[in-house]
Nanobody, 119 residues
Framework: QVQLVESGGGLVQAGGSLRLSCVVS????????MGWYRQAPGKQRELVAT???????NYADSVKGRFTISRDNAKNTVYLQMNSLKPEDTAVYYC?????????????WGQGTQVTVSS
């Protein structure tokens, strides 16, 4: 059983910052990609950022220049640093852990952490 536990969400004013963390219950050192997705009530879940085991990153256009995804393989942890937050960033943020070398072999999600940005 693989578990992903997110933390770091909360309430912040527009222009502020938060850092989300996701701890995975097994090694993330190789053969996987980590990601963050978000979903607001009544809206579709959308990709925020991903990072491969080789360090290659991908960001949604809406967060480029403001958010940074990183990983610490020794701690089995992925982070999302969120700066210059906007009210439209308000959502539940979900951590994702998926196979990279063999796509589709596994795909796990955390329970989510709430981020609320006040105007």
């Amino acid at each position: 059983q693989v578990q992903l536990v997110e933390s770091g969400g909360g309430l912040v004013q527009a222009g502020g910052s938060l850092r989300l963390s996701c701890v995975v219950s097994r090694s993330i050192a190789s053969s996987n990609a980590m990601g963050w997705y978000r979903q607001a009530p009544g809206k579709q879940r959308e990709l925020v950022a991903t990072v491969t085991d080789g360090g290659r990153t991908n960001y949604a256009d809406s967060v480029k220049g403001r958010f940074t995804i990183s990983r610490d393989n020794a701690k089995n942890t992925v982070y999302l640093q969120m700066n210059s937050l906007k009210p439209e960033d308000t959502a539940v943020y979900y951590c994702n852990y998926r196979s990279q070398v063999v796509p589709g072999a596994y795909n796990y999600w955390g329970q989510g952490t709430q981020v609320t940005v006040s105007s």
